[in-house]
């Protein structure tokens, strides 16, 4: 029997655990002593290994790879010689007919690590010679990434997880932490027990609101129109940082002539939370010694996204929580990796370390290391762009890396009009998910627990991750699969292990220079910037100190007007469907829809939650079954009825394979990041009779 330390493939909490194995399987988790999670564990870090072992509970794990050679046809298993030639084949020959525009990837934020998907936009950069590389991120905090950058010039958490122990306030909007991320929940609980305020503002009476000291019941869709008032208290109230404001921002005097038409009194109406809640809010906000905002999903998937992670860091740079620690601005990264795919450079516009494509100077210094003339000037599509690419004849090809756009993405409808639309779906996964059984080409790889790498925790913490077992099929890892692509495409490209690809990026890359393999090891945790190679620099724990990474160094003040959200509730359509969490599940679920405690917990068809006022008004029972339609589609699922949620709007979680959410969502592309309004649909709930 031997224990090997790892890091747990679900959330960005980044929790360190012993994987237990006997006779070379996996057979139990134990906690480990990681920084952020300190021997704790949630019940996926516990209970969610066996899908491993393929234990086909929702769909089975991919053993060989597959080709299907006509549409309509059956997948043929096939050795990889003759999958890779195939690939390799199918993807030049588009590329020439075509142009290399007309191929996109995708990088994946889970499982894999940071050294995949270097290769993968590297393979897409240098080989295929787009810029057409994305990854689930475009889904959930591309926003905050976006915002932030504008605002204060980096697009990651300001400070540490573990800095929220000892913070004088929570503030928490638009974020479910004890269904997201159980370990950054806990922390804030250590803050409580601290003494901290917790101020939490959602529209559902979410786990945290029951610990809170004020809980803000704001109306769906109006998060701007509150941040407005929030700040028109503070500075109305003569409550903001007045040192900080003139020394470290600009653009403050059209903050403050913008925010001041937004009184409490005037967004009563829209936000359904009275001037005087709003006022009390402001004023404990502003009068913390130190404060920190969190924030998720309720935030960034909406329209306005962008602009409500700008309105956030505007209220943090008002009061002066940023540059020191146990303040800050948080925007709590979903699955384990998606900070370390966007360190990497799996955006359209970026390349590893966030150096912009648009540059010269970045474009010259990447073709130089990877050795071809000139790489592309222009951004890429996002991955929310191609059903529309794919309907106008622009994207020709798709190679999926560990994502279930099938599943996860909004108006799933015209995705699977764009995938049919295309010529070649390339997927590379562990498990056969709805986006593979529609596949062309089916490459199966390595899980977590089968190889190794660095995962990126959500407050930009390095962590390496180890190899548990060997795989028990014909599987290669991610980055042999691509690299050996790329060969076969006239790019040689041969990697011995990750920590040469590690040592490759981190050459190219100033702020992750100093995070070696070595610094890293079992149990360290180093978060970047990392410049320095030298043991004393053991990472940056809080960012801004002097200054912020805007072009001039300061913080930019930001303020706009409201908008309603773009899908419209009327008679037909009277309700609001939000896509949320579900504590046990994961992603498209095709890890914990695999583990049998977790599936024990929660299994098929999942459910719509309901308040009960509306329930009986619609004359619906707890776990009846329910239609929910939308302008888009129609699925079924149970009514679960509480008060927990507010009434006129209706909450699903959106792995369910039976009665997938996303078959209502239109997509409502942000203008800014193309991140589908996931958060606001309107919907009209019938109940099923004679049941
Ligand atoms: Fe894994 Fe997140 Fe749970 Fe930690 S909190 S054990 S990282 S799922």
Not at 212 to 235: C, E, F, K, P, T
Not at 272 to 293: D, H, N, P, W
Not at 407 to 412: S, V
Request: aromatic share 8%; hydrophobic share 40%.
């Amino acid at each position: 029997m031997k224990k090997i330390t790892t890091v747990c493939p679900y959330c960005a909490s980044g929790c360190k655990l012993k994987l237990v194995v006997d006779e070379g399987k996996i057979i139990r988790a134990e906690a480990a002593m990681g920084k952020n999670n300190q021997g704790t564990l949630c019940l996926k870090g516990y209970y969610g290994w066996d899908f491993i072992h393929d234990t086909q509970l929702l769909t089975p794990r991919l053993r060989t790879p597959m080709i299907r050679r006509q549409r309509g046809g059956p997948l043929e298993a096939v050795d990889w010689e003759e999958a890779l030639d195939y690939v390799a084949g199918r993807l030049d020959a588009i590329k020439k007919k075509y142009g290399p525009d007309a191929i996109q990837t995708t990088g994946s934020s889970r499982g894999t690590g940071n050294e995949t998907n270097y290769v993968m936009q590297k393979f897409t950069r240098a080989v295929i010679g787009t810029n057409n590389v994305d990854c689930c991120a475009r889904a959930c905090h591309s926003p905050s990434v976006a915002g932030l950058q504008k605002s204060i010039g980096n697009g990651a958490m300001s400070n540490a997880i573990t800095e929220i122990d000892r913070t004088d306030l929570v503030f928490i909007f638009g974020y479910n932490p004890a269904d997201s991320h159980p370990i950054v929940a806990n922390h804030i609980i250590n803050a409580k027990r601290n003494g901290a305020k917790i101020v939490v503002c959602d529209p559902r009476k979410i786990e945290t609101a029951k610990i809170a000291d004020m809980y803000i019941a704001l109306r769906n869709g109006s998060n701007i129109a509150l941040l407005n008032a929030i700040a028109q208290v503070i500075i109305a109230e003569d409550l903001y940082d007045k040192t900080f404001v003139a020394a470290r921002s600009e653009g403050f005097d059209e903050y403050r002539n913008l925010v001041a038409g937004y009184t409490p009194e005037s967004v009563e109406k829209i936000t359904g939370v009275s001037a005087q809640e709003i006022r009390r809010c402001a004023r404990l906000y502003a009068t913390a010694k130190t404060a920190t905002i969190l924030w998720g999903m309720g935030v960034t998937q909406f329209y306005q996204g962008v602009e409500t992670v700008r309105a956030l860091t505007s209220l943090a740079m008002l009061t002066g929580n940023l540059g020191k620690p146990h303040v800050g601005v948080g925007p709590v990264r979903g699955q384990n990796n998606v900070q370390g795919a966007c360190d990497m450079g799996v955006l359209p516009n970026t390349y590893p370390g966030y150096q912009s494509v648009n540059e010269a100077a970045n474009r010259e210094k990447f073709a130089r290391a990877w050795g071809v003339e000139s790489l592309p000037a222009h951004p890429g599509y996002c991955i929310s762009e191609l059903p529309h690419r794919a309907a106008q004849g622009e994207v020709r090809a798709a190679y999926i890396m560990g994502e279930d756009p099938l599943q996860t993405d909004a108006e799933l409808a015209a995705v699977r009009t764009a995938l049919s639309d295309l010529e070649l779906v390339i997927v590379q996964d562990i498990f056969m998910t709805k986006t593979a059984a529609a596949a062309d080409v089916i490459l199966p790889s390595t899980s977590w627990g089968e190889h190794e790498g660095v995962y990126t925790a959500a407050d930009r913490g390095f962590q390496r991750f180890f190899k548990a077992v060997e795989p028990q099929w014909d599987l290669k890892t991610d980055w042999q699969i691509i690299s050996a692509i790329a060969t076969r495409m006239g790019y040689p490209m041969h990697y011995n292990n990750t920590q040469e690809i590690w040592d490759e990026m981190r050459h190219l890359c100033p702020d992750f220079y100093g995070a070696t393999y070595e610094k890293m090891g079992e149990l360290g945790y180093i978060q970047w910037p990392c410049r320095d190679e030298s043991d004393a620099d053991q990472g940056t724990s809080w960012l801004f100190k002097d200054k912020f990474t805007t072009p001039n160094g300061l913080a930019q003040f930001f303020a706009c007007e409201w908008l309603a959200p773009q899908d419209k509730i009327n008679h037909d359509y009277p309700m609001v469907l939000s896509t949320v969490r579900e504590v046990g599940h994961y992603s498209c679920r095709s890890m914990t829809g695999n583990c049998a405690a977790l599936v024990a917990l929660a299994d098929e068809p999942g459910y719509v939650q309901i308040n009960s006022e509306d329930a009986e008004q619609l004359g619906i029972k707890d776990r009846a079954l329910v239609w929910i339609v939308s302008r888009k589609g129609k699925i079924i699922s149970r009514a679960q009825v509480s008060d927990q949620t507010n009434k006129g709007a209706v909450y699903m979680t959106y792995q369910w394979w039976i009665g997938a959410c996303n078959e209502l969502v239109s997509e409502n592309l942000s203008p800014i990041t193309k991140t589908p309004e996931y958060k606001y649909c309107a919907v009209r709930v019938e109940p099923i009779v004679d049941q």
